[in-house]
């Protein structure tokens, strides 16, 4: 792997194949996050230029409408500087992988190869526009998040371990669910009795769904105990969208569920959002943030612990709007109050970025 870039390092990661390199990848990942990570949100300079990236971009993006196979109106976003850099991100950026999707951002390539900059050894491959796309004031958030959720399920499972409770554990909206198999990975390296965790790893594109599976057929710690899912022991994924419900889900609940980068896709319990700052009809959209919150509540046990993020604006994110993502901002007081009604207590800040704060929320045991 000490030969790849990061957009080469992602697909040889979710490819089928490439055992060695894929180990070595996330071997790479757990040593810098489970370690002293050393990693930091971006200096001013940064912010400097994440301003002046938005203000360029507002300026140089074109956008036109054209009709999909569905009879639904898309929009394409064309810019020359991102056409001619030719990177991956850069595409993502400037489409999405479907009509319903193109105001958010997808857990696909572009956003995993920001996770593959955590391994140093592909850090050191980065070509310039890698580092431009990548090592973003957005792109260092999103990495930072990724490893506050990764300790912060680690911590709140090994706890449990400890006291010789098993647990159960899963991650909705989970993308390709490389911080769950992160730390299922570690549990069962540090010598717990993986009989006595499952973990489950959600999220409604089938695509990612396919792609945790292809690594976690790969790895020495899941492959053998890559299961079905609904099982109660192992690791598995499964294509869900959060708002269906499931039978197997009707009295399975969780100790502890990540669900990261999915609220700032639903109203309610905002200081704003895209449509109030952009002068936007707000979208129709069926389901808010509260709904998003009791669904949290009954996926987890009491006494459970919910591990969620924060989503502030700033030019970084303000340069996703300019290719039509649209975002629910909320600050850590916005999360408290919504939070709350769900009956979720405020547990532990894991740490603060730009954009993005991660927390632990409680569910507090019924009193008898
Ligand atoms: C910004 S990505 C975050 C992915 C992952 N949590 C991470 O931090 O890398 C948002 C994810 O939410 C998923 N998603 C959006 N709406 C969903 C829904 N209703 N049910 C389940 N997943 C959903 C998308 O497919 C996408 O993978």
């Known amino acids: ?18 055992e060695a390199d894929s180990e070595a990848i996330v071997a790479s990942l757990s040593r810098t996050i489970f370690g002293a990570h050393g990693l930091e949100p971006a200096r001013p300079a940064k912010k400097i230029l994440a301003t002046v990236s938005h203000r360029v971009l507002s300026w140089t993006t074109r956008t036109t409408k054209s ?9 394409r976003y064309s810019n020359r500087i991102l056409e001619r850099s030719g990177h991956g991100y850069a595409h993502a950026l400037m489409g999405s992988s479907c009509h319903t ?41 999103v990495r930072l998040r990724m490893v506050w959720e990764t300790l912060a399920t680690y911590d709140e ?29 570690k549990l069962v390296r540090d010598g717990f009795d993986p009989t006595r965790i499952s973990a489950e790893v959600t999220d409604r594109d089938r695509a990612n769904i396919d792609k945790a599976n292809r690594l976690m ?19 598995s994924a499964r294509a869900e969208d959060i ?20 609220l700032e896709y639903f109203h309610g319990h905002t200081y704003t959002t895209t449509e109030e700052c952009m002068g936007m009809q707000p979208p129709p959209d069926a389901a808010s943030a509260l709904d998003l919150v009791q669904r949290l509540h009954h ?48 547990e532990k800040h894991m740490g603060a970025g730009h954009v993005y704060d991660v927390e632990i929320y409680s569910k507090s045991p019924l009193v008898v």
């Open 217 to 235: 057929d790969k790895l020495p710690t899941t492959r053998e105990r890559h299961t079905k899912p609904g099982t109660g022991q192992g690791i």
């Open 157 to 185: 499972a090994k706890r449990r371990l400890d006291s010789g409770k098993s647990v159960r554990l899963k991650a909705v909206a989970a993308g390709t669910g490389l911080s769950m198999i992160l730390v299922y990975d």
């Open 299 to 346: 996926l987890l046990a009491e006494g459970g612990s919910l591990i969620v993020n924060t989503y502030r604006r700033n030019a970084a994110t303000r340069l996703l709007e300019v290719f039509g993502r649209r975002f629910d901002y909320r600050n850590r007081d916005n999360l408290k109050a919504l939070m709350e009604t769900g009956g979720f207590k405020l």
């Open 243 to 262: 708002f269906m419900d499931h039978a197997e889900d009707v009295l399975a609940t969780y100790d502890v569920v990540t669900a990261i980068g999915i």
């Open 101 to 141: 999707t193109e105001s958010l951002v997808e857990g696909g390539d572009p956003m995993n190869s920001q996770y593959m900059m955590i391994c140093p050894e592909i850090r050191a491959n980065c070509e310039v526009w890698d580092r431009l796309f990548l090592d973003s004031v957005q792109a260092k958030d």
């Open 67 to 75: 009709e999909t196979a569905d009879g639904a109106v898309a929009t």
């Open 1 to 18: 792997m000490k030969h790849l870039k990061p957009m080469e390092a992602v697909a040889t990661l979710y490819a089928s194949g490439n």
